[in-house]
């Protein structure tokens, strides 16, 4: 299962992806602005332009690899742009016809996730459940691989850091992974 939830505040967005799959639970984000799509065109172009200002030897190269005479940066980054297209440059991520929504992040973005999905925050301790490198009592104790790397729990035998240890999700963090959000997508 795998559902992804869009917010947004004012100019910027977050989508938070929630995957349950195999018992393993994992919530991840993308995080970003949003622009019109005449601001994207713009931002764009600066980009290309900027980076022709910035390497003029890239202006040169593009020059002779397609036979041009471009004598500016600004004509070398419209041709950029009408080649590959008008958000050339910019991680564009989604967009819905008036504004394009371009990433400045994305991954374990806690901190955004947070802001825009507080509700989320009590499920971060479940990210990952079948990748601790402690067995149940370390973590317990309170003993990570930073802080006791390789040392052998008392309890069980296993050697901290030695593999992964999976922490089998209870039926709340299942159920909130399954209908989270089901009105928002």
Same mark, same amino acid.
């Given at each position: ?6 917010r947004r505040k ?8 929630i995957?349950l799959?195999? +018992?393993?639970f994992? &919530?991840s984000?993308?995080?970003?602005? /949003?622009l019109t799509?005449?601001?994207g ?6 980009y290309?332009e900027?980076?022709?200002e ?6 040169i190269?593009?020059?002779e690899?397609?036979g041009?005479?471009f004598r ?9 742009l ?10 564009? /991520?989604?967009?819905?016809?008036n ?7 994305? +991954?374990?973005i ?10 989320a ?6 990210? &990952?459940?079948?990748?601790?490198s ?6 317990a104790?309170g003993?990570?691989y ?5 040392? /052998?729990c008392p309890?069980?035998?296993?050697k ?5 240890t999976?922490r089998?999700?209870?039926a ?5 992974a ?8």
């Open positions: 299962m795998e559902r992804k939830i869009m004012g100019n910027e967005f977050c989508e938070l992806t995957r799959h195999d +018992g393993r994992t &919530l984000g993308t995080a970003g602005v /949003v799509e005449r601001q065109r713009r931002e764009a172009l600066e290309w900027s980076f022709f910035e390497s003029p030897g890239e202006l190269a593009m020059n690899r397609f041009r005479q500016t940066p600004r004509g070398a980054a419209k041709f950029v009408e080649c590959d297209g008008e958000y050339h440059g910019l991680d564009v /991520v989604d967009g819905d016809g504004d394009v929504y371009v990433c400045h992040s994305c +991954g374990q806690r901190d955004e996730i947070a802001r825009f999905f507080p509700e925050v009590p499920y971060f301790a479940w990210h &990952l459940n079948d990748m601790r402690e067995c149940e009592h370390q973590e104790r003993e990570t930073q802080t006791h790397p390789g040392e /052998v309890d069980c035998g296993y901290l850091g030695s593999g992964w999976k089998e999700l209870p709340e963090v299942v159920t909130w399954e209908t989270f959000g089901a009105d928002e997508s």
